[in-house]
């Protein structure tokens, strides 16, 4: 048995009943499995058994007081899963879904994107099993207090900083900000994604989205094309996928889905930019159904309980979640003629999908790699908290755009030195994976 697989049993044994930790973990190892013939040192310092142990995890209980008078229990997590490369950095997620196995994938992969940034950051994720669709604001903030209250002691400017991610947006990071400033007594930059008028970055709400764009541009320009005039569609109705909406319609293609987790809709005639301006208020403001968009607008239809892939496109942009494509979406996206996929989410593809895609060549950009401008724009929000020193909308737009271009460079030439050209997964997880162990063996067994 090869050094991988061994150590994809022993994760397999150590880690029961964790299908998404194991899937991620599978992933990564099966493509980085040529730098690890080619150099000794990282089978010598053990690098792969020692990169999917976390370095710390921690669980918690989070009891908060609804707006009823009762109590309720939620659990809260945080993954602390390598700190080679700086501070863990890493969203938080709010979802009825989150489990152990859930954050871990997420905190694995982020190890490897945060690499790929070329940033100074450490990878971790975390979350709760906490719903805050349909609650109240206050009871938003009685969690958010509660899960921050024992969250504290764990993160800091300099050991952790958490970001948003499904469930965590502009409301949710204010709330847990006030709670740890007024625990730690002190103004830092603990968390990333905060409003602008107290320490956010400009664009780093905006950077999944415009960063999955800017990487699928530098997709299309190795076949000569441009994103101008393409037919895309787009998953989820959040966050990622606003501002990737937003962005391609700055770009001159034409978005037709959009969705959230009852169904999509479908507007032949394009989500343009006072459409979209309607769904920020319906999913921000109102925080309602986008079932709501097909009632509101002439020539829009909602299919509830599906997903958009079956719909004709150029390119595909999955912004909602985990195995959101699976191998018969794959199918249906190539059969329609799809040529590109940018990832906006983490891990939206299953296995099999990937395989798909992969081998019928069309472009992929793997979430790893394609949505690391969020992560990217919270390291220069870090800067900028470390700094006191806000940069200018154009400054921050312009490192994300770089940062996406040199993450394509990197990915695209580690991938055809190793003998996979085009093939990004390999190139991503290879570029990512060489950082992080080098540093690794530099620091000793830790
Ligand atoms: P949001 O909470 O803002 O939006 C999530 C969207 O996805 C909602 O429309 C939601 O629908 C939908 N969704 C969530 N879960 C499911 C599900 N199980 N089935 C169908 N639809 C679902 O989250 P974000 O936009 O921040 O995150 C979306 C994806 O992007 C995630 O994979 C996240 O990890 C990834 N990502 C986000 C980054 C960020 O900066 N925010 C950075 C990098 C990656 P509903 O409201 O009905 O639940």
């Known amino acids: ?186 103004f830092t930059g603990v968390l990333t994604g905060k409003a602008r008028n107290w320490g956010g970055s400009l664009i780093r709400p905006e950077a999944t989205g415009y960063g999955a764009v800017y990487f699928a541009q530098e997709m299309l320009k190795t076949r000569d094309q441009s994103i101008e005039g393409k037919i895309c569609i787009v998953s989820g109705a959040g966050n990622a996928a606003q501002f990737t909406v937003e962005k391609l319609n700055q770009v001159g293609a034409k978005v037709v889905t959009m969705s959230d987790s009852g169904g999509f809709i479908y507007d032949k005639n394009g989500i343009t930019e006072e459409k979209l301006a309607w769904i920020m208020h319906l999913k921000n403001v109102r925080r309602r159904r986008i079932k709501e968009y097909a009632d509101h607008f002439r020539g829009a239809k909602y299919v509830a309980g599906q997903r958009p892939w079956s719909v004709k496109c150029d390119c595909a942009f999955p912004c909602a979640t985990q195995n959101e494509i699976t191998k018969d979406d794959a199918k249906k996206l190539i059969d329609n003629s799809c040529y590109l996929v940018s990832e906006a989410a983490n891990m939206p593809t299953v296995p099999a999908g990937v395989d798909l895609f992969l081998e019928k060549k069309i472009l992929f950009g793997p979430g790893k790699a394609a949505n690391a401008g969020g992560v990217a724009t919270s390291g220069l929000e870090m800067s900028q908290n470390s700094m006191r020193l806000p940069w200018p909308r154009e400054e921050v737009d312009s490192r994300l755009r770089h940062i996406m271009s040199t993450i394509h460079k990197n990915a695209w030439e580690t991938a055809e030195e190793y003998g996979y050209p085009g093939n990004l997964v390999v190139g991503a997880n290879i570029a990512g994976f060489v950082k992080v162990a080098d540093a690794m063996l530099d620091q000793g067994v830790v």
Request: aromatic letters at 10%; proline letters at 6%; hydrophobic letters at 35%.
């Open 1 to 186: 048995m090869g050094l991988v697989q061994q150590v994809l049993e022993i994760v397999k044994k150590r880690n029961p009943n964790e299908p998404e930790f194991l899937q991620a973990v599978t992933e990564v190892l099966e493509s980085i499995r040529p730098v690890i013939q080619r150099h000794k040192k990282y089978r010598d310092g053990k690098v792969l058994e020692r990169l999917v142990e976390p370095e710390r995890m921690i669980q918690f209980r989070v009891p908060w007081i609804d707006d009823k008078g009762e109590i309720q229990v939620n659990r809260g997590f945080r993954v602390q899963m390598n700190s080679a490369l700086g501070p863990y950095k890493g969203g938080l997620r709010f979802h009825p879904t989150v489990c152990a196995s859930i954050i871990k994938f997420l905190a694995f992969e982020q190890v490897f994107k945060n690499s790929l940034t070329g940033l100074p950051m450490g990878g971790g994720k975390g979350g709760a099993d906490f719903d805050p669709k349909g609650k109240s604001d206050t009871e938003v903030m009685r969690f958010c207090q509660s899960f921050m209250t024992e969250l504290f002691r764990h993160v800091g400017p300099n050991t952790d900083v958490p970001a948003g991610d499904i469930g965590v947006g502009r409301r949710e990071i204010g709330y847990l900000f006030g709670q740890y400033k007024r625990l730690a007594n002190e």
